[in-house]
């Protein structure tokens, strides 16, 4: 935190230019008292020793509560044991230094002052014997606290455990400067790269250049940058040449292998799919059995089809790769495979820049009535489910549909929600105001929220935050942050400004909360100081579902209308784009975005779609959604779900009680 420093010199001498030399003066006096130090973390350690050497009990324990109050009151609440286990063992380092400096009447003083506070303390039970002892430093209980090793252990620890702290608070925008900077240097690099290029393609005659589209083109090679996530792109890379390889057999067997799609767009959940999403499949998934082939079959070779054939979803088309085509000879064209009528017929979509593969589909029919969720676990795969009548299954899709637990709620549920890293433990909350925590293995429910918290109002919002160890519950006008061991109240969030928020997500670090309200409101809270950032109408009616963006720059938001909203969260109260998200009537079901963040899934009265999203302004195709793939069925679909992964399932919930899984590879 060294450029601190700097930044307090720049200030200064904008203030003298200004000619404000009281305020000047003012900062000159606040600087040499600030208890932080510039948060240089030596100089603090320096203070903390001088007070201990020096006997300031007083001087001691105001420091640590001033940062108590000033930066220690910003953490998670997993974090408050480590900060009381240091308070202790700062004060059992002055008791000790109070014996080897044979100052008596300084101990004495100490518990004196301290014991109210450390009476309650069960680690502090041996200490109130210290001072009556005649060789502390033999006792077997104090032995180690007299070592250099103990000392030195301890201000190291402190040493980290403040740096770390300091390295996480939200730097203010003068102290972003430099990344500012060196952001805006980049984007020049790049530009004047770019006109470089332009100039010297020797492609006037271009129609996409003479229309100012340059995304045809491939960007300029820069020089990677070396940093701490380089390891980790060269381990990405050996697993993009295997999924290529699986791509380059799926294209050959389908007959999309002739299509020299250089340009075509990768999907990003390469590099982020986890390991527990494998192909799945099960006697009910329809696969192909096949020799290898040639490019050029005829129709009239067939292939041996067990039940259901693999089916190549959409084409990409490159214009560059056009133009080649028409310019050599003629390309033979791709084989197309006739399936066999099912209620997953898969439409073309010649036009879409991506393709969906469906690689395989899964039937679960535990429920016995209308399943109204449906969530999967972030690890392992695991599928929670419940229905219209309390009944909560968890169930795992591979090798075969098979549940592993069963929950009955007396009450209708209305939102689940798996523990953030976990698939053993999970949550839900009813229409009576009950909060339950589950465990799967243990098949029972461990800890719950007490009802008087929510005064048994219906639960809209269930979300784990992404450490884990806190969770939001919403009801009512009621915003809580809870502990998600022992289900106890954390903060309270509640903003009498508010209407009910019936939908809300955090951001990648659980610093910010991003709702949506019946009102048809968003806003922006900061979860750290429970202050609202801001508020903005997003629709005219009540908000079901929202999502962020993968950069979390904007929102997407669904209200009960079925209005579709794509809204920015830098520039509040500005909407990107705005549509309708299907055309037929009944009530709207919630969406879900892909793990690339480029499609979304959404249910219909006849089974499930994915549409791909407006990829924003200055685009030929953002006014529309755009078809991709349609995943019929014989019955409206009530609940989606999609997991990560380049072939992470995707999974709808039907008003028959049926729960489907798609293994789905995107291209």
Known sequence: MAHYQFLDELVKEYILFRGFTNTLRALDADLKSEKEKGFRVDKILDQINQLVVSHDLVGLTELWKHFETKIFSRLESNRVSAVRKLENSILKL??????QSKQPEKLREFFEKLSPDLQGQS???????????????????????????????????????????????????????????????????????????????????DPHLAQGNLRHMEPPQTKEIMDDFYLIAQETAVVDSQVKSIKSFLRTITGAGNSNNTD????????????????????????????PMSLNVTASQSLMISKQPLKRVTQSVNPLEVGKTKASEPAAAPVEVSPV?????????????????????????????????????????????????????????????????????????????????????FLY???????????????????????????????????CGPSGSSFLVCAGIKILMMDTK??????????????????????????????????????????????????????????????????ETAVWSLAGDGSLAHSSIIRTGHKVWEGQLGGEGGEKPAFCLSPDGDHILTGTQSGAVIYRLPRGEGETDSGQLEKVLGLRGEHPTSAVDWSAGDCGPAVTAGTDGAVKIYTLLCQ
């Open 94 to 99: 002055y008791a000790v230094n109070c014996i």
């Open 123 to 205: 680690e502090w039970k041996d200490w109130f014997a210290l001072p009556f002892l005649k060789d502390p430093q033999e006792n077997p209980s104090f032995t180690i606290y007299f070592s250099r090793q103990w000392q030195d252990t301890l201000m190291l620890s402190l040493h980290n455990f403040l740096a770390l702290v300091f390295q996480g608070l939200p730097p203010p925008r003068l102290a972003d400067y430099k990344k500012s900077a060196a952001r805006f240097r980049a984007m020049r690099e790049e530009i004047k790269l770019l006109k470089i290029r332009l100039a010297t393609a020797g492609m006037d005659g």
């Open 264 to 291: 075509k767009k990768k999907s990003p959940v390469l590099s982020s799919s986890h390991a527990g999403h494998k192909s799945r499949s099960s006697s009910k998934t329809r696969s192909i059995v096949a020799p």
């Open 341 to 425: 009528p099912t209620p997953a017929s898969i439409p073309q979509t010649p036009s879409s820049s991506s393709r969906y593969i469906l690689l395989g589909q899964e039937e679960y029919s535990e429920h016995r009535s209308s399943v109204v969720l449906v969530s999967v676990s972030s690890v392992g795969g695991r599928v929670v489910s419940a229905d219209q009548s309390g009944v909560v299954k968890v169930w795992s899709p591979t090798p075969s549909p098979s549940t592993l637990a069963t929950f009955i709620s007396g009450s209708p549920v209305t939102t689940i929600c798996w523990v953030e890293g976990s698939d053993r433990y």
């Open 429 to 463: 909350g009813t229409n009576t105001g009950q909060v339950r925590l589950c465990d799967v293995s243990e098949k029972m429910s461990i800890a719950e929220v007490p009802s008087e918290l929510l005064s048994g109002q219906s639960v809209s919002v269930l979300q």
């Open 486 to 551: 022992t289900c106890k109240l954390d903060r309270d969030l509640s903003q009498p400004s508010l209407n009910p928020i019936t939908s809300a997500q955090f951001n990648h670090n659980g610093s910010v909360l991003v709702h949506g309200g019946a009102d048809g409101k968003l806003g922006l809270t900061d979860l750290n100081r429970g202050e609202l950032l801001s508020t903005w109408p997003g629709h005219t009616t009540t908000i079901t579902c929202l999502r962020l963006n993968r950069e």
